[in-house]
């Protein structure tokens, strides 16, 4: 099992990762302005070099010559010999001095000065380009002075600048996380001091945690944890709540099956002990159903402790086998039973018994209140994020003021003339709360008869 992450490291990869980010940005631009400084400075440096060789070309006897060694141009140039090439071409294009395979200008001649990269004996060159007049005449000729040299010397100068400007930059990036690493340190104080604060209670004690001397950014996390703990309260106080809704429950039917047994051992005539034992019948399934759904519900109950079998399954194929197991009781009402479903499959997470459960009592609430003749329909619909199961009859439906609290323990509709304890739609509630799903009641068609709509997340 990997080690999880702590606050102190998720706070340095939040901090350091987009310093980085900005550090890497912030070095490519910090090298566009080095490289641009420095190569204006070896073109002002290339442009004087120009100006002082074209000062030494000169018209001797008629003819255009430039007499310098090339000791003395190389340190004219740039001060290192071999990194440099020049070259001197008169009015007419004619070659005066230097090295004749130069490149040229990539644009047309004129009075200022020119630079351009090129390539030369196959190392990249910045290249000054420039027009002199003939010993200061314009009217004796204009030669052009281009004088080269190699990037290197250039490149080399530009990143010392960038590692001088950055150097510091990491410096203050390492500094900030370990400010960062011992601040949390710091800052994390009241929440072991909230730790210790919990271990120390009762499992019983589930009053508010103080938050008076808490710091504003973990009063949130204080809040949050006391809403839990008032959430769990209500749900331990609705589990009593419960035992002792069910125990009062199971005193009638119980009662009952006692006292249609006792006069059925006193009935004489086999007519009479018939009727008294299809009465005690109808109590035991009675029984057997309210204990079933309690046990149920408390199966499905949020706060009490259990293990689901969670699982993917298709809801489409669970809701239709169980529909086909509910149509011999649908066929003895005279009601038609159906399915519809796209192919689609409909993924859901969560607990086949529990899930078959909901079902079963959908259905059972479907049937039992729907007139003969009538019709019920189980259809589940795939959506982009949800899985929507939808039971829908023609019965006489729900009131629109009724349907909030349908969905309470042991509350039904009156005058529907239908046995019923009023568990179905709790435990329907209890079971699609336990898997994150929505249930909402409407109206069916042409607004008669009753839809329940369970929404479920769709598995990933």
């Not at 070259?87 to 630079?115: F, N, R, V």
Request: hydrophobic share 40%; glycine share 8%; charged share 20%.
């Amino acid at each position: 099992m990997p080690e999880p992450r702590t606050l102190r490291r998720q706070l340095l990869a939040w901090l350091v990762g987009p310093l980085a980010v900005l550090w890497s940005i912030s070095t490519v631009v910090d090298y566009d302005i080095a490289n641009q400084f420095v190569t204006a400075a070896y073109d002002r440096s290339l442009l004087d070099s120009a100006i002082d060789i074209g000062k030494q070309v000169k018209i001797k006897d008629g003819r255009i010559l430039a007499d310098l060694p090339d000791v003395v141009l190389e340190i004219l140039v740039t001060g290192q010999p071999g990194n440099f090439y020049y070259l001197i071409t008169g009015p007419q294009g004619e070659y005066i001095a230097g090295h004749k395979s130069l490149p040229p200008p990539p644009e047309p001649e004129s009075d200022k000065a020119s630079y351009y990269d090129a390539e030369y004996l196959g190392k990249p060159v910045r290249v000054a380009a420039l027009q002199l007049p003939l010993e200061g005449d314009r009217d004796k000729g204009v030669v052009l002075i281009q004088v080269a040299e190699t990037v290197t010397a250039r490149t080399d100068f530009a990143r010392q600048i960038l590692f001088r400007m950055m150097l510091p930059q990491v410096v203050l990036i390492v500094l900030a996380a370990l400010l960062v690493w011992y601040g949390v340190g710091r800052g994390l104080a009241p929440l072991a001091n909230l730790q210790r604060e919990i271990a120390s209670r009762s499992h019983r004690d589930l009053s508010a945690l103080p938050e008076e001397q808490a710091p504003r950014e973990v009063r949130p996390l204080i809040h949050a944890m006391n809403g839990l703990l008032e959430r769990l309260s209500q749900a331990i106080a609705a589990q009593q709540r419960f035992v002792t809704d069910a125990a009062h429950q199971l005193r009638t039917p119980i009662a009952g099956i006692k006292t249609q047994t006792e006069l059925a051992l006193r009935q004489a005539q086999s007519g009479e002990a018939q009727a008294t034992l299809r009465q005690l019948q109808t109590a035991t399934e009675q029984t057997t159903r309210l204990v079933n759904q309690l046990l149920s519900l408390a199966r499905a109950e949020p706060g009490v402790e259990r293990i689901h079998n969670t699982e993917r399954l298709d809801l489409a194929k669970l809701a239709r086998d169980t529909t086909t197991e509910w149509v011999p009781r649908a066929l003895a009402r005279n009601i038609d039973l159906g399915f519809d479903s796209p192919p689609a499959l409909a993924r859901v997470a969560g607990d086949p018994f529990l899930l078959k459960e909901m079902l079963n009592n959908l259905l059972d609430n479907a049937i039992r209140y729907t007139q003969a003749g009538g019709q019920v329909t189980v259809r589940v619909t795939p959506d982009t994020r949800k899985i929507v199961l939808n039971i829908e009859d023609n019965g006489p439906g729900i009131p629109e003021s009724e349907r909030a609290r349908v969905f309470e323990r042991f509350h039904r509709v009156l005058g529907t003339g239908v046995e019923g304890c009023g568990l179905g739609l709790a435990i329907v509630r209890e079971i699609a709360q336990s898997h994150g799903a929505d249930t909402a009641l409407t109206s069916g068609a042409n607004g008669k008869g009753t839809v329940v709509r369970v929404a479920f997340p769709q598995a990933t």
